[in-house]
DNA sequence: CATATGTGCAACTATTTGGTTTCGCAAATT
DNA sequence: AATTTGCGAAACCAAATAGTTGCACATATG
């Protein structure tokens, strides 16, 4: 199944695990300790973000070990692009009024 | 009321009405207008925007033109610095491997 | 082989969400 | 003054969502 990114992150317990499993992998037995709920949440919150990709597993045994996908990641990256360069954009213009005040000043001297 | 940004940017027309008025000041019936949506529709989603601080209005007459508050858009990025931090360090590390071959080759010479 | 543990999945529920319709109000137009 | 236009807000509805409970299954452990 086919899963919008944006919409697996607006939702602040998922936040939450991409945070966690950045760091290192793990199980969601793990995971589901580090929070105020079940088990079978988290199974739940990991599905959505599986299905996005921000999530890869590895099996070991009985065992899932869950980590950030963090390609996927640059995906955000790349539709805040566009607005990085209007606010930087923006950064330079004020950076030329600042240089032109600079110059009046010196032709007042 | 206070607003999730990322749960306001996770609907694809509001990342689309974003778009728009980033590039300049509209009136909810011309964003509606742009989309196969009413302009009520619309109004509900600039409602959103505005809870979270993401869009400003400007009152002239009678319309209302809606833009984006850029400055907002700089917390999903400030977000997303950590991630930016992981993915940076994983090609520093990669640019390792390729130096390091390199000069194995340069050695075989 | 029996039991314990780790897991995903389905059914169910309360809440949220995105959209439509209807309304009232203020500003423009006639 | 009457009508049109632009707008937000409330009421309503269908669909999606996050969470719980109960289950089945596979892998460890005794």
């Known amino acids: 199944m086919r899963r919008d990114i944006f919409q697996a992150i607006a939702d ?5 695990i991409i945070a966690l499993i950045a760091l290192q ?3 969601p037995n793990t995971i589901a300790e580090n929070f105020n709920t ?10 959505i973000l599986t299905e996005c990709q921000l999530v890869k597993q590895e099996q070991q045994g ?5 980590s950030l996908e963090i390609e996927k990641m640059k995906e955000i990256d790349k539709w805040l692009e ?5 606010w930087e954009n923006r950064f330079n213009q004020l ?11 010196k032709n007042e001297k």
Chains 1, 2 share one sequence.
């Open 82 to 86: 566009q607005y990085r360069k209007i």
């Open 62 to 66: 009985r065992e899932i070990y869950y």
């Open 12 to 16: 602040p317990t998922r936040r939450a």
């Open 95 to 105: 950076d030329q009024v600042l240089s032109t005040i600079k110059k009046q000043k």
């Open 25 to 27: 992998a793990m199980t």
């Open 38 to 47: 079940t088990r079978q949440a988290v199974s739940k919150h990991l599905r």
